[in-house]
């Protein structure tokens, strides 16, 4: 199956920074998604994002899927934002919306 | 809406028992996905369905079994549990394999 990896696997930051979440992946994508996944073990959509850039607030996310990479940009972080962040997709050949998931980011936010 | 519900959210089984794991959803979806989630990882697929009465393997479904008589439900069996199945499990669903949501998860211990 498609290999997914998101770099990097933790990050620590006080709130107001901002951040940069990478998601590779090694084949064609038919979609993409980026999930948060708060402490309570919920799984949230940010974004539905298989090409393109969309923004909510103060994230964003890019995906260039000809070079086969997505990115995550959360701006002037809150302690909120803590919890593990995954990117996941369906390669191009699935009808079936199987989606691989990476490892995740674990991000930590400081008052 | 609701969205996707599952219960229970926590049970705890001896090593030989069986149990369901309950899946409803209420935006009319076709496709639904179980997957599970162990520690660190992010998920893998173990059934999906496209449709009422149609159902197929994932990545990792040896150990349990589904059924889909009805649009809405997407149950999964465990028959006998063992260690080995102590994950946290999360049912999803789509339209037609587009953006997928998640229920809350059932995170389940065997002893």
């Known amino acids: 199956g498609i290999q997914v990896e998101q770099s990097p696997p933790d990050l620590i930051l006080q709130e107001g920074a901002n951040s940069t979440l990478r998601c590779n992946f090694s084949?064609?994508?038919?979609?993409l998604q980026w999930f948060h996944q708060n402490p309570w073990g919920q799984l949230i959509n940010l974004f539905y994002?298989?090409?393109g850039t969309k923004q909510n607030g103060r994230l964003s996310a890019t995906t260039v899927a000809t070079e086969r990479y997505s990115l995550l940009y959360i701006s002037s972080s809150q302690t909120t934002d803590s919890g593990v962040y995954f990117c996941?997709?369906?390669?191009?050949?699935?009808?079936?919306?199987?989606?691989?998931f990476g490892r995740g980011t674990q991000l930590t936010v400081w008052p | 809406n609701a969205g996707v519900t599952q219960t229970p959210k926590f049970r705890i089984l001896k090593i030989g028992q069986s149990m369901t794991l309950q899946c409803t959803q209420d935006m009319n979806h076709n496709y639904m996905y179980w997957y599970r989630q162990d520690p660190g990882m992010g998920l893998k697929l173990i059934y999906y369905s496209v449709g009422a009465g149609i159902t197929d393997k994932g990545e990792v479904p040896n150990g349990y079994n589904v059924s889909r008589s009805t649009t809405e439900d997407f149950p999964l069996r465990l028959e006998l549990a063992a260690p080995s199945q102590t994950s946290v499990y999360f049912c999803a669903s789509s339209a037609q394999g587009n953006e997928q949501f998640f229920g809350p998860g059932t995170r389940l211990t065997v002893l």
């Open positions: 994002i298989p090409s």
């Open positions: 084949d064609s994508v038919n979609n």
């Open positions: 996941a997709v369906v390669d191009r050949g699935s009808t079936l919306g199987r989606l691989y």
